[in-house]
């Protein structure tokens, strides 16, 4: 049986309102290594634009919390399996949708695939035919993929964090990394290196909180939180605070 090592990072809000599913602690997953949007920084602390959003979501709901941190496919098998309430920065789409709910979205990403600026050898999706790349499970690049029947021609891995996906294309252990090109440049450009895009999804991914499937009241009250940090500009302000730009970033 598979084990979770569980990372406890942020202190609460005062108690108030119960949640919709009564209990006095909601636990909210993030990925590690995923900057600027969920890391955890040198103090331990769960840190990024949706960390602060998730802060402001439930500070203004008045209900404790905790974030948890896991690589990025342990947080979407723990919130499928209900061992954990919700999940914070995640990318909507089809695949996801049967096994837990989301709420509305609050930002957009732009999912991509890229590679070394100086590598003469990959110019195109195909030159990674039988190559090691790494990603997330249920990416729009796999699903672009599948369309144009390549999908099994490529060796696609997990890693643990984004960071550590940049970190193995810097050193040649992997062809091509997929992630939100933000991310990408971000990580990239911390340890000094140039990338290129390879593809990119041609339309924004809508990003939002994942709910678990047993908790539709908590989806609610998510969702009109995030009204009320839309009509009182905070959620604006956070954006400006990680310079996150909508439509597309």
Excluded: C
Excluded at 221 to 245: E, F, M, V
């Amino acid at each position: 049986m598979r084990t979770y090592q569980w990372l406890l990072l942020v202190g609460v809000t005062a108690f108030g309102l119960p949640t919709a599913n009564s209990k006095e602690v909601l636990t909210v997953g993030l990925a590690k290594g995923y900057e600027p949007y969920q890391f955890v920084d040198n103090k331990g602390v769960a840190s990024g634009f949706d960390i602060d959003v998730a802060k402001a979501v439930f500070d203004k709901l008045k209900v404790n919390y905790q974030f948890s941190a896991y690589s990025w496919d342990d947080v979407m098998s723990l919130l499928r399996h209900n061992a954990i309430d919700a999940a914070v920065g995640a990318e909507i789409s089809a695949a996801r949708m049967p096994y837990f709910l989301f709420t509305e979205s609050y930002y957009t990403r732009q999912p991509a695939l890229l590679t070394l600026a100086d590598n003469t050898q990959i110019q195109r999706v195909k030159d990674l035919i039988g190559q090691h790349i790494t990603g997330d499970r249920h990416s729009s690049l796999e699903a672009y993929l599948s369309q144009l029947g390549l999908k099994t021609q490529f060796r696609i891995e997990q890693m643990e964090s984004k960071e550590d996906a940049i970190t193995a294309l810097a050193k040649g252990n992997v062809k091509a990394v997929i992630m939100p090109k933000r991310v990408a440049l971000y990580l990239a450009d911390k340890i000094g290196i140039k990338l290129k895009v390879l593809w990119q999804s041609p339309q924004p991914t809508q990003v939002a909180f994942g709910v678990s499937n047993n908790n539709p009241e908590l989806v609610n009250q998510i969702n009109n939180a995030l009204d009320a940090l839309r009509a009182d500009g905070t959620l604006q302000r956070i954006k400006g605070k990680w310079s996150i730009n909508d439509p597309v970033d």
